[in-house]
């Protein structure tokens, strides 16, 4: 079974900057399309930015402009670069594939708070 460990949150004022990671174990990583999920408390979890195993990315429109998915097959991890913080961008921070289709990680928090 695929896992997924979650890293790089924390506490950061309006208009700063954090980079997540995600490290996941098994091969099949690197012909799985990957994705950053969030969740607020109360609300659905959303998909916020996705890479296929080639480098194509797409992102929400919410954060498009301000974040930039990443990936690097050779040490199976995913990378979130969060520039231009919002406190709506506040919530856990999921790594998964695309489809959120494998176990869910304990995720990272990431708060947006002056």
């Known amino acids: 079974q695929v896992r997924v460990v979650e890293s790089g949150g924390g506490l950061v004022q309006p208009g700063g900057s954090l980079r997540l990671s995600c490290a996941a174990s098994?091969?099949?990583?690197?012909?799985?399309?990957m994705g950053w999920h969030r969740q607020v408390p109360g609300n659905q979890r959303e998909l916020v930015a996705d890479?296929?195993?080639?480098?194509?990315?797409n992102y929400a429109d919410s954060v498009k402009g301000r974040f930039t998915i990443s990936r690097d097959n050779a040490k199976n991890t995913v990378y979130l670069q969060m520039n231009s913080l919002k406190p709506e961008d506040t919530a856990v921070y999921y790594c998964n594939t695309k489809r959120g289709n494998w176990g869910w990680g304990q995720g990272t928090q990431v708060t947006v708070s002056s």
């Open positions: 890479i296929t195993s080639g480098g194509i990315t």
């Open positions: 098994g091969s099949i990583f690197r012909i799985t399309a």
